[in-house]
């Protein structure tokens, strides 16, 4: 992107940091910060904004991408060291620590590592080595970029000193601050278009903005067509599954695009999906499925445990984007997804009871919401609503609470939403009346 948005908390942190290296009567609080997030997030945008400030104080700087040096990560440490000492240093240097702590004596050093998902697990060894064996000094600080977080366990030393930032999506004031730096302005609706298909994730803004720079007009039949295939080729293909092999480019798509669709999953939602909708990708045996997650995420890193839902989703805001694709392009297939999964979490939620009630009754709240439009919808959700009414006043006051903070949810209902609003209303009159 253009403009760097939205970044205001690690880069004050950065700006704290920088200042404690300049100024000899500061501690270094945060000597190593991750910034971890999907692909096209903004990672390397950040890193790219330390580097201009080492550039401007001057301050030396290692910048290694480690997807580009996977083998040699020391080697090109040693390499970049080089660059700022003497000839008869640099013919002495044993191994990267030893490099660096021949630079540290010199100034205050910034390490830069991007990309630091992509080591081998020998490489991230010698990665958190170096790391131990440098940390002590008050010099030195490190800003790495990873897609999944990496805490470096293996030396509580360098663990303690961690300080991580889960890099998300722009909100819709920092989409708008963006779009009012771009040289030709953009009508509203084009706008409003841009933000709605992107949620803010920046790659996608970025291809969708420079489209529409370039005469794209997603209004039209033409422009909208045009634009689903940018997003597919430029941003799922080339960024979110760049590391898939070809063969099994289309598997994964389609299985991810399937996973896409509910918020939350389990093992067996997972199987049911897939043998409903692709039994091409059926797999032998229910044991087959549980090793499925972790074969994706391998590959992606963008499907994930998540601990607030408790299930698998496919991260924000890729999920978006294979939604806006499955919609846009089979909308009768993403209608029957979300039937079915309505159906599915309201069975479910007659099964068990408590906290899992209420979770599967909310999933079945969204699913119901986005089926296809029609007059039973309403009637639909008062039923589910109903299921959860059988639980006692802690169980109503947790469902209560997260439905009232589920923004997705309550955008989905769209003029749905004063019958949810009725009924929470109601059940916090039954817990106050239980309380007294």
């Not at 190593?32 to 096209?40: A, K, R, W």
């Not at 790495?144 to 470096?152: C, G, L, P, V």
């Not at 669709?261 to 044991?287: A, W």
């Amino acid at each position: 992107m253009k403009l760097f948005v939205n970044r205001e908390p690690e880069l004050k942190l950065i700006d704290e940091s920088f200042n404690a290296l300049l100024d000899k009567k500061l501690l270094l609080r945060t000597p190593i910060i991750e910034v971890q997030g999907v692909g096209g997030i903004g990672k390397t945008s950040l890193l790219k904004k330390v580097e201009q400030r080492c550039q401007d104080e001057p301050l030396p700087y290692i910048w290694v991408d480690v997807s580009q040096h996977s083998s040699s990560v020391e080697a090109e440490i040693i390499s970049q060291v080089k660059r700022y000492t003497q000839a008869s240093d640099s013919e002495k240097f044993s191994d990267a620590t030893h490099a660096m702590k021949i630079l540290l004596k010199q100034s205050p050093v910034v390490m830069l590592l991007d990309a630091v998902d992509t080591a081998t697990t020998t490489q991230l060894s010698v990665i958190e080595h170096l790391l131990k064996d440098l940390i002590d000094d008050e010099k030195l600080f490190v800003v790495f970029a990873s897609k999944k977080a990496i805490t470096f366990q293996q030396y509580r030393s360098v663990a303690r000193k961690l300080t991580i930032f889960s890099l998300k999506a722009l909100d819709r004031k920092h989409c708008e601050s963006y779009l009012d730096t771009l040289d030709t302005p953009i009508e509203p609706e084009v706008r409003n278009f841009i933000f709605e298909w992107t949620r803010g994730y920046p790659l996608a803004m970025h291809v969708l903005t420079q489209a529409v720079q370039n005469g794209l007009d997603p209004r039209t039949p033409e422009g909208l067509q045009k634009a689903l295939a940018l997003i597919k080729e430029q941003v799922i293909h080339k960024a979110i599954l760049t590391t898939v092999n070809p063969v099994d480019l289309t598997r994964y798509f389609s299985t991810l695009q399937l996973f896409s669709v509910p918020r939350r999953f389990n093992l067996v939602i997972m199987q049911d999906l897939i043998e409903r909708f692709t039994p091409e990708l059926k797999l032998e045996s229910s044991i087959a499925y549980w090793g499925l997650p972790k074969e994706i995420n391998e590959a992606t890193d963008i499907l994930n445990w998540n601990m607030t839902r408790a299930g698998f989703s496919v991260d924000e805001p890729i999920r978006t984007l294979f939604l806006l694709l499955l919609k846009a392009e089979h909308s009768e297939r993403y209608f029957a997804i979300h039937e079915f999964l309505a159906q599915t979490n309201q069975r479910l939620a007659r099964e068990v009871s408590g906290f899992d009630r209420a979770r599967y009754i909310r999933e079945c709240l969204y699913h119901t919401a986005s089926m296809k439009d029609s007059s039973s919808i309403e009637q639909q959700l008062l039923d589910a609503l109903q299921i959860v009414e059988q639980e006692p006043p802690e169980t109503l006051l947790l469902f209560s609470n997260e439905c009232s903070q589920d923004g997705e949810l309550k955008e989905a209902l769209g003029n749905h939403l004063t019958v949810l609003q009725a009924k929470l209303i109601q059940y916090q009159a039954n817990i106050n009346i239980a309380e007294d």
